[in-house]
């Protein structure tokens, strides 16, 4: 969101189409999922009208430089770093003798959490998540399995590094030092531990009761036939190295920017940005037709996200505006966020709903202002991640945890859900996910996180 709007001029009315499309995605793909399917892209270009077109009419300066800007700096490195996750990983193959009980799929979706704050919770969940669904292809329940892919690999497991998760690495251009957020260490600990505990015991139930009907092919025999893991296409790692040293390069190196109708784009993103998309047509170019058929792969998951999220950055304009306003019913929510525990909620709750990666940067914006009035940028980042640590703890830690309430809190989400769909998995719709997983269980081991740690 451009920091020369006009933010306090937005009225609540405004943000109608944003939770219009959010309404979409929750009722559509299960009320008419024919429909959905269809037209999703047009259902998300449809609600960026009803708000762009008012406020090009309203505000046509403005509004012009607002929609511009968030184009260029905020949805083409968006999608240019989920694009080029989503290709390189998906040229990976993870072939061999992977086994779908409770204890495989425990073991897998530790190694996933792990891997995501190295190769981002996108690289990670492209990786895994199909070798997740082969080797559950002959059990009964699976849908459990995904939800708890997209809540540890998709989500949590990204809250080390600013490559993890979107939010951590747009921290990471706004000035938060890269091993900053190691400090988020012990939050992921406890909430990966907590949930993994759970699977394992949800896992171990629903094995029984399948093998006990005699619905179940005893899990893992068709894969010990493929002989030892070992991973095909394994060039795409020296490729996603490259891409992590591009996203480190970007938040060190500053040679100046460019003007673009009137927006300033940074010479090292936008640099940062053609090398991602180089390193995904080599991914394409080099990795060998047959792997990616072997891994399933189809443009549909990250086609999905682009339009989704599309829509979703043009309306949620005005509502990251009145956040970062202060006024209105900005200032009564941000009077009342006083404690580390209460900025841990606000964010998470919002970024459940508003994506995280925004949502992060409203709520730092405003520590910012609280803890640094009339700082530089430098100095009040520098404030913030030493003095206001403990904040900037709790409002990444919502983001990032939190990101895993909804499909729509974080992209990974929607591309797992696409795929496990692709692969026959029935799962569950928007408010199934809430209800049935979400609540009874990522819940409570957020708020363990909260009384240990905030």
């Known amino acids: 969101m451009p920091e020369t709007a006009s933010h306090a001029a937005f009225p609540l009315v405004s943000v109608v189409p944003f939770v219009g499309l959010l309404l979409s995605i929750a009722l559509l793909p299960a009320r008419a999922p024919r429909f959905w399917h269809r037209h999703y892209h047009r259902v998300a270009l449809a609600w960026g009208a009803v708000f762009a077109a008012p406020y090009v009419l309203w505000r046509p300066g403005a509004a012009v430089h607002d929609l511009l800007h968030t184009l260029l700096t905020e949805y083409v490195p968006f999608v240019a770093l989920l694009a ?13 003798r992977l086994v779908g009980t409770p204890i ?15 190769i981002g919770t996108t690289g990670a969940a492209m990786v895994l998540i199909r070798p997740l669904l082969r080797a559950n292809a002959s059990r009964a329940s699976r849908a459990h399995v995904v939800v708890f892919f997209i809540f540890l690999v998709a989500n949590i497991g990204g809250a ?14 706004q000035g938060v030092p890269f091993f900053w957020t190691l400090r988020l260490l012990p939050h992921l600990a406890i909430a990966a531990g907590v949930l993994l505990v759970v699977f394992f015991a949800l896992d ?11 619905r179940l092919v005893p899990p893992g025999d068709s894969s010990r036939a493929e002989g030892p893991v070992r991973l095909d296409g394994a060039g795409n790692l020296l490729l996603l190295a490259l891409l992590l040293g591009a996203v480190l390069l970007s938040g060190v190196w500053h040679p100046g920017s460019i003007t673009l109708g009137g927006v ?20 394409l170019r080099l990795t060998p037709a047959r792997l990616r058929l072997d891994n399933a792969f189809t443009w549909e998951p990250i086609r999905e996200v682009a339009w989704l999220f599309a829509g979703i950055f043009v309306t949620i304009i005005p509502a990251i505006a009145i956040l970062r306003s202060g006024g209105g019913p900005a200032s009564i929510l941000m009077k009342g966020l006083t404690e580390p525990w209460q900025l841990y909620w606000a964010t998470g709750a919002l970024s459940s709903v508003l994506d995280n990666a925004p949502t992060y940067l409203a709520f730092v914006n405003a520590l910012l202002g609280r803890l640094g009035p009339g700082l530089t940028p430098a100095e009040g980042m520098a404030r913030l ?21 909804t499909y729509i809190g974080n992209a990974p989400n929607l591309m797992v859900r696409t795929i496990a769909e692709e692969a026959g998995v029935t799962m569950p719709s928007f408010g199934g996910f809430v209800l049935r997983y979400a609540l009874p269980c990522l819940v409570p081991a957020l708020l363990l996180v909260q009384w240990l740690r905030f």
């Open 204 to 214: 171990t139930f629903h094995a029984r009761r399948e093998a006990a009907a005699s």
């Open 385 to 405: 991640t030493t003095d206001g640590a403990v904040l900037l703890e709790a409002v990444s830690a919502g983001a990032v945890f939190m990101g895993a309430m």
């Open 84 to 96: 080029a996750l989503f290709v390189i990983a998906g040229g990976i193959v993870v072939r061999g």
């Open 104 to 118: 495989g799929n425990t073991l897998l979706l530790a190694l996933g959490t792990g891997l995501a704050s190295i």
């Open 160 to 173: 080390l590094t600013p490559l993890g998760d979107p939010p951590l690495f747009l921290g990471f251009l």
């Open 264 to 283: 300033a784009l940074p010479v090292e993103s936008l640099l940062r940005d053609a090398v991602l998309v180089a390193l995904a047509a080599l991914s």
